[in-house]
């Protein structure tokens, strides 16, 4: 990342010299206060890192519920308007649950898919490789979460979905993100 938060608040831009090096230049900054801070996590849904991070962030999560704006956003390349035109670092299977995931946080609260997620991380993450195992999976995690698994698979193989991913998309580019977690 290239944001640095820090426990009182405060924001240390990483792209800037740090406090007592030589290229130092004084500025005054201040960091505008907001009634609900939000944090914005970037991940690619099958990578080890990212699934760290995501379950460090579900007691935050879970702690500040609503009192804060926290996000999953997703790293990938969509070039078309369909889920085949979709490519993530880890392959076919991990661009096709972006897509389910960008559809859950369409359609559902963020208790509901915080739930789906612990379940996949837990329970269908480590069986990514294996299709047939990994369907079975992440159908029963959405049914324990009460998603409508019809509703995603729709949502996630049409421009629906695309589109969703697309803007999640065009976030990492405006971020500059390029690894999972950011």
């Not at 240390?12 to 230049?25: A, K, R, W």
Request: hydrophobic share 30%.
């Amino acid at each position: 990342g290239k944001l640095l938060i820090l426990p009182n608040g405060g924001i240390i831009d990483m792209t800037q010299p740090l406090p007592g090096s030589e290229e130092e230049t004084p500025t005054n900054t201040t960091t505008p206060k907001t009634d609900k801070p939000t944090a914005q996590l970037f991940v690619m849904s099958f990578c080890p890192y990212g699934v760290q991070a995501e379950n460090t962030m579900k007691p935050v999560v879970d702690l500040l519920g609503s009192k804060a704006d926290i996000g999953i956003h997703f790293i990938a390349n969509v070039q078309g308007t369909t889920s085949d035109s979709v490519q993530s670092l880890h392959g076919a299977p991990e661009a096709m649950e972006d897509l389910r995931q960008v559809c859950i946080m369409k359609f559902y609260d963020q208790k509901t898919y915080w739930k789906y997620l612990m379940d996949i991380n837990a329970n269908c993450y480590p069986k990514y490789s294996d299709s047939a195992a990994y369907d079975t999976c992440w159908k029963d995690a959405a049914n324990k979460a009460g998603i409508d698994t019809a509703k995603i698979d729709t949502c996630s193989k049409t421009s629906v979905g695309v589109d969703l991913l697309k803007a999640d998309g065009q976030l990492t580019s405006q971020y500059g993100v390029s690894g999972s977690p950011t």
